[in-house]
C-alpha cells in the first residue's frame, strides 16, 4: 500500500495526539462524609462508621498518573483518618493519613481536603480509615486504569467485578478494641467473614441480600480483590474454576494460574476469572489461614454466588470450593512466592543491586506486666500479663502530635532518631523453647532515618517469642520488590545466593510466614516520613510499627512540598 503525503500527515499527526494524551493526567474530585449509619447484620442492628452511608465505601476511579482530591467531612462522633493504601505520593506525605504520623485526626464536625497524587501505579488499590479500628467498616476501593491511551498487559476483561473480603462484629467494633486493650488478652473474635459487606448464607440469621456476580459464557471477568479483614489472611477460591492473577498491590504479575488465592491483609490482587463451566450457580468462598492455632481466629465460611446468565435450572443445593485447611502454612507461603513482576518492556522492573543500607528486623509477639503500678493485677496474657508487640524489640510509644509535623517544623522531644539495624539481642529467634527473658520488650518512638536515594535491604524475621505467627508488612510511601522468603533463621552467608533479582513482585504489603523471614528491596527516593506496620491490626494495637523518614535530596525536585494550608490540628 502506497503511502500519500496526506495520510503521512495524518498518521504523524494521529501519533502526536495519542502521545499528548498518554501525557495529560486529570484532576478527580470526591467528597466523603464520614457519618454513623444503621446497618442489620446476623440477627443484630447497629450504627457503624461509613462514608457517603455506604458499607464497603464508594469506589475511586482514576488513570495512572492522575491527581485526586477527596474532600473528607466527618459528620461522625468520632475523629478519622484516610489512609490511601498503595500511593506512593510522591514528596507529598501530608495526605497519607496514619493518625499521628503524618497528621492529626479530622475531628467531628471538621474537614479535611487531601490530595492523592498517583505516579506509577496501575491496577487495585484501596483506601481506608487509618485510626483506632475504624477501618473494619470505613474502607473502599481505589482503581487505577491504565494511562489514558494505554491499555492492560493482558485482552482487556468483559468486566471489571469488585471482591471486597472483610468481617462482621455484631458489637461495636471501638468496643471490641478498647475491651481487649483494657483486658490485655486477644481481641473477640469477629461474628462473621464477609464478601463486599455481605457473609453469605453459611450463618444463622444469614443476610438474604448476599453477593451475587452474573456472568456470561464464554466472557472473561477481572475480579479486583482485596483483604480489608482486620486480623488474618484469607484463602479464596471458586467452585471449579481455575483463577489467573494478574496483578497484585497496584503493579502487574505474570500471569499465574491457581484453584485458589491467599490474600494478606491490605494486600490487593487482580484476578482474571474465565467463566467457561456449564451455566449454573457456583459459590466463590474465604475463610481464614492462621499458622498458629492458639490464636483466637473467626473458623468461619463467607460466601458469594457466580451465577450464568441464561435460562437453565437452578441448583437444589450449591458445594463449597476446596480451600487449603485453615493451618496449611505451605500453601499461604506457595502461592506468596509464585508471583512474580511482569518485567517486560513497557512494565520494566528497577531492583536495587547495589546495597548501601542494609537492615534486619524482628518481628515479634511480646509480653508486657499488666499493671506497674499494682504487681497483683492480672491480665488475659500469657502468664496473666498483658500481650505486646514489637519490631526489633521496640514497642511503638505513639506520639501526642504528629512525627511529620515535627519533623518539617523541627521539634524536639516528640521522636528518637535511634531505630537500631539490627536487634540488640542476637538469639535464636525462632527456638521452640525461648527463655521468658526475651519477651518484656522496650518502649520507644524511634524512628529510622534513611538518605535520599539509599537503596535499602530489609530482612523481617519473624520470631517464636510467645508465640510465632505470620506478620503481613506494610510500608507506606513506597513500594518494594520481595527478593526472597524462608522458614527459619534467616542466614546472611546462604540466603542472599537464592534471591530473585530478575523479576521479583512489587508490592507494598508482603506476609512474613511463620517463624521465617522475607527480604525486600526498595530506593529509598521519597521524601517524607512514612509508616511500617505489620496490617494485622490487634499487633498495630500492641505496637508493631515504626517510621521511616526519608531525608530530602539535593535538588528542588527531590525535597519534600509543603504543607496544605488546611491540616488537621492536634
Not at 467528597?31 to 457517603?52: A, D, W
Request: with cysteine.
Amino acid at each position: 500500500m502506497k503511502i500519500t503525503m496526506n495520510m503521512h500527515v495524518f498518521l504523524l499527526g494521529l501519533l502526536v495526539i495519542l502521545s499528548f494524551l498518554q501525557s495529560q493526567a486529570a484532576l478527580v474530585r470526591y467528597t466523603f462524609v464520614v457519618q454513623e449509619t444503621k446497618y442489620t447484620r446476623l440477627c443484630s442492628s447497629k450504627n457503624i462508621l461509613t462514608v457517603n452511608g455506604q458499607y464497603p465505601g464508594p469506589t475511586i476511579s482514576a488513570h495512572g498518573g492522575d491527581t485526586v482530591i477527596v474532600d473528607v467531612i466527618n459528620k461522625a462522633s468520632q475523629n478519622i483518618t484516610i489512609h490511601w493504601h498503595g500511593v506512593k505520593q510522591p514528596r507529598y506525605p501530608w495526605s497519607d493519613g496514619p493518625e499521628f504520623i503524618t497528621q492529626c485526626p479530622i475531628k467531628p464536625g471538621t474537614s479535611f481536603s487531601q490530595k492523592i497524587i498517583l505516579s506509577d501505579e496501575e491496577g487495585t488499590l484501596w483506601w481506608h480509615a487509618h485510626s483506632d479500628w475504624s477501618r473494619a467498616t470505613v474502607h473502599g476501593l481505589l482503581v487505577v486504569s491504565p494511562k489514558i491511551g494505554t491499555t492492560f498487559p493482558f485482552p482487556k476483561p468483559h468486566a471489571e467485578v469488585p471482591v471486597i473480603l472483610g468481617e462482621w462484629w455484631k458489637q461495636d467494633v471501638q468496643t471490641v478494641m478498647e475491651d481487649f486493650l483494657r483486658l490485655g488478652g486477644d481481641p473477640t473474635k469477629s461474628d462473621a467473614l464477609t464478601i463486599n459487606g455481605q457473609p453469605g448464607d453459611q450463618y444463622n440469621c444469614s443476610d438474604p441480600d448476599m453477593t451475587r456476580i452474573t456472568v456470561k459464557q464464554g466472557k472473561t471477568y477481572m475480579l479486583r480483590m482485596v483483604n480489608a479483614a482486620m486480623n488474618n489472611i484469607m484463602f479464596f477460591a471458586i467452585k471449579d474454576h481455575q483463577l489467573t492473577v494478574v496483578g497484585t498491590d497496584g503493579a502487574y504479575t505474570k500471569p499465574l494460574k491457581s484453584n485458589y488465592v491467599t490474600i494478606s491483609p491490605g494486600q490487593t490482587i487482580d484476578v482474571l476469572l474465565e467463566a467457561n463451566q456449564p451455566k449454573n450457580h457456583y459459590y466463590m468462598a474465604a475463610k481464614f489461614f492462621t499458622s498458629n492455632p492458639r490464636s483466637v481466629f473467626d473458623n468461619t465460611t463467607t460466601t458469594a454466588v457466580i451465577q450464568y446468565n441464561g435460562n437453565y435450572s437452578k441448583p437444589a443445593s450449591l458445594f463449597l470450593p476446596v480451600l487449603p485447611v485453615f493451618n496449611d502454612r505451605n500453601a499461604s507461603a506457595n502461592f506468596t512466592s509464585s508471583l512474580r513482576s511482569l518485567a517486560s518492556n513497557d512494565h520494566p522492573i528497577d531492583v536495587p543491586l547495589t546495597i548501601t543500607r542494609k537492615l534486619l528486623y524482628t518481628l515479634s509477639i511480646n509480653t508486657l506486666s499488666c499493671n506497674n503500678s499494682n504487681p497483683n493485677a492480672t491480665c488475659e496474657g500469657p502468664q496473666r500479663r498483658r500481650f505486646a508487640a514489637s519490631i526489633n524489640n521496640i514497642t511503638f510509644d505513639t506520639p501526642k502530635t504528629s512525627i511529620l509535623r515535627a519533623y518539617y517544623r523541627g521539634m524536639n522531644g516528640v521522636y528518637g532518631d535511634d531505630f537500631p539495624d539490627n536487634p540488640h539481642f542476637v538469639f535464636n529467634y525462632t527456638s521452640d523453647s525461648l527463655n521468658a527473658s526475651v519477651q518484656t520488650p522496650m518502649n520507644g518512638t524511634e524512628v529510622k532515618i534513611l538518605n535520599y536515594n539509599d537503596n535499602v535491604e530489609l530482612v523481617f524475621q519473624g520470631t517464636n517469642v510467645v508465640s510465632g505467627i505470620d506478620h503481613p508488612m506494610h510500608l507506606h510511601g513506597h513500594s518494594f520488590y520481595v527478593v526472597g522468603s524462608g522458614f527459619g533463621n534467616f542466614d546472611r552467608q546462604r540466603d542472599p545466593l537464592n534471591y530473585n533479582l530478575v523479576d521479583p513482585p512489587l508490592q507494598q504489603t508482603i506476609a512474613v510466614p511463620q517463624n521465617g523471614w522475607t527480604t525486600i528491596r526498595f530506593r529509598a527516593n521519597n521524601p517524607g516520613v512514612w509508616f511500617m506496620h505489620c496490617h494485622f491490626e490487634r499487633h498495630v494495637s500492641w505496637g508493631m510499627e515504626m517510621v521511616f523518614i526519608v531525608k530530602n535530596g539535593k535538588t528542588a525536585n527531590t525535597r519534600m512540598l509543603p504543607p496544605p494550608p488546611n491540616m488537621p490540628k492536634c
